[in-house]
């Protein structure tokens, strides 16, 4: 079975607090995801990579950062956490389709992030 | 830009009627299309995706979805509710050609009553 794990469920952190939240897939996909899920917002996406050491900003990518050292670890970095960003945080993966046909993605069971 | 629309926030239905959860999209180009589930406090889970080929694609947990072209549309349906359908469905569109990134709605809210 396809395996994505998130370093946390729930976490609380302060506002200004530099938040990290990591991801781990164990199924040598190229392509990982980070999105946030709003009520009534649906998922939307922060960051994208898909390869080593390469991102693509998605649509909400303002007061995040991504780092991709490996290939089955992609960490989504709050600078300076805002109350804002109090949301619950998805992170997927899915192979590299080459534009043939586009892979279905494996999410992790996600974090709530409370920003206080 | 590509897009889809989930027009109903929640939908009701007893248990053992047959249910749909509505999808619509906006694509140039063929369509690349899912459906995934999120039951509460997990992660999302995929039900089934359309690609190609016959309009009626059947997926896991017994749901089915029909691609209608000429009504832009990708409803989810399954005919017979369960309980344990409860949860939030997710449809969602590739981007663009040559990308692997997916466009989700807003999500539409299932409850089963017994």
């Known amino acids: 079975d396809v395996k994505v794990t998130q370093s946390s469920r729930y976490l609380v952190k302060r506002t200004g607090e530099k938040v990290f939240l990591e991801c781990v897939q164990d199924?040598?996909?190229?392509?990982m995801f980070w999105y946030r899920q709003d009520p009534g917002l649906g998922l939307r996406l922060i960051y994208f990579?898909?390869?080593?050491?390469?991102?693509e900003k998605g649509d909400i990518p303002e007061g995040y950062s991504v780092s991709r050292e490996k290939k089955e670890r992609f960490s989504l970095i709050l600078e300076s956490a805002s109350t804002n960003q109090t949301s619950m945080y998805l992170c997927a993966s899915s192979l590299l389709s080459g534009g043939r046909d586009t892979d279905t993605q494996y999410f992790g069971p996600g974090t709530r992030l409370t920003v206080l | 830009a590509q897009s889809v629309a989930q027009p109903e926030d929640q939908v009701n239905v007893a248990e053992g009627n047959p249910l749909t959860v509505k999808c619509t999209y906006s694509?140039?180009?063929?369509?690349?299309l899912f459906w995934y589930v999120q039951y509460p406090n997990r992660g999302l889970q995929f039900l089934l995706k359309y690609i190609t080929g016959d309009n009626l694609v059947k997926g896991s947990y017994g749901f089915e979805a029909e691609f209608n072209k000429s009504q832009t549309s990708f409803h989810l349906k399954k005919p017979s509710a369960l309980v344990s359908d409860s949860a939030l469905y997710f449809c969602?569109?590739?981007?663009?050609?040559?990308?692997?990134?997916?466009?989700f709605g807003t999500g539409t809210r299932l409850q089963v009553f017994p």
């Open positions: 969602a569109v590739r981007d663009k050609y040559g990308t692997d990134k997916l466009i």
């Open positions: 694509v140039s180009g063929n369509p690349y």
């Open positions: 199924m040598d996909h190229e392509n």
């Open positions: 990579s898909y390869d080593v050491k390469m991102k």
